[in-house]
């Protein structure tokens, strides 16, 4: 069916439409269920279709007929729950591109769509992105937020997928998924390490980059969003996704509902610093072809770019900040999330000069705000933007990743130590000493005390902490890039022998020097940070940039020898 045989119809008069909230909300005056009000922020577009279809249907396109700061709205009769809609512009005759085929051609997504539905267009080798409509019952029975304090709070960063793959305690068919981290042998495994929240690689609905395709390889880790407000889907067990949206959403909500019972926190590591739509030569898929000179940062005509993703957001648009504190209330609300880490949030505290300010709205609002001021805001204070590194400057109410702390441990327990061995001097103790106190020199200037450095001795990024003491270079040739990605910086040292080693006098000095670092992490002043996997001992054979590597390199390996299970 193509445009021009569809009929586009103008929504229901704009007295009963309302510019607020942005994208699907209750009619004001009191409709039918199936009738919503549908509010996009387009500012360059003279008018708006949202294109429908209803379960069942064949697709029609309703004109927004108002327009208020920005915003096209009105209010759209016959869209119930299950309904696929996306946004085109009307085109200068108002009855839209008699070209275009919503059935076959990408629609504009809903940038507060609260699930995306993929559908693959085989003769065209590609596929196309569809906004749902949702609701968001669900029976959350006596569920409450941990409200671990900082100072009692242990964090273990994990991935979905990754957590429990060859978990061999964990049912097959829910391996890999929300059902498999919230199952009784994933939950018990963290309450016996002393774990009070676990921070889960993004889960917001991502994409795999345009490069990675053809070699055969997706984006794992999954810092490359399409939807703000809507759930990876692959994460869910196949008999939710048969299910239906709603049952993916239901399954994620009761793995945050299991966890609660055992009173672990949940936190989500979110991507508001760039979108899936990437360079200026990728698709539009949503912000791109709705505001684009809104959304992203631009010099001229061409992106500003501090992230190396191509397609930095402008945190000085006020609308940008707009819809970050409303995805992250959402998840609050609606998810019972207990906080979040910000990738690359310097970023988000970039003015209109492209300068970071401590005091920028956004981090003072995500730190007062009503609903998100009791979630625990954990920044990655840095970007790859001029002035990037700015740990230790975020403001009160936010913790930072303690680069500082994760560097000077290294130093100190192997590469200082691999200088000593090799005959040379090594390093001052006084960074380490600043570390164990917490650093306070550095968070001294922002008013926050030890409990403001989350430390950290390896993360996603990075080595593990068994390649830490078994590599002095990274090894990252199966990502295709002929091992010039990833750092070059790692404070690593392999005992004498690059990668596998037999000699158990090396082994044992290298299981000295892990358990050397994690004592240290736990010991130390500030809030500890583990990542998965360390204390199984887990290796990607020398990568430190596994990010496309969904396979048994980046799965946690369950089957334990005897120095494992010690």
Partial sequence: MTMAELQVSPAVGAAHSRAFPLGLSAPPQGDPMDTVNVAVYAPALADVVVYVQEPGQEWRGVLLPDFDDGVHHGVVTNMPVGSLYGFRSAGPDMSGHVDFDPASEQLLLDPYGRHIHTETIAAAGRELYFSVRMHSGFDWGQDAHPHTSWRDTVIYEAHVKGQTMLHPDVPENIRGTYAGLAHVASIEHLKRLGITAVQLLPIHFHLDEPHLTPKGLTNYWGYNTLGFFAPQVSYASADARAAGPQAVQDELKGMIKLLHAAGVEVILDVVYNHTAEGAATEPALSWRGLAN?????????????????????????????QQTLDSLRYWVEEFHVDGFRFDLAVTLGRNAANEFRTQHPFLIAAATDRVLSGTKLIAEPWDLGPDGWQTGRFPVGWVDWNDHFRDSARDFWLTDRAAIDAGREGGSVRQISDSLAGSAQLFAGSHRSQLASINMITAHDGFTLADLVAYNSKHNEANGEDNRDGGDHNHSWNHGVEGRAQDPAILAARAQSARNLMATLLLSMGVPMITAGDELGRSQRGNNNAYCQDNELTWLDWSLDESAQN
């Fill in 293 to 321: 000179y809104a959304y992203y940062r631009h010099h001229g005509e061409h992106y500003a770019d501090t992230t190396g993703c191509g397609n930095s957001l402008d945190f000085s648009n006020p609308r940008v900040i």
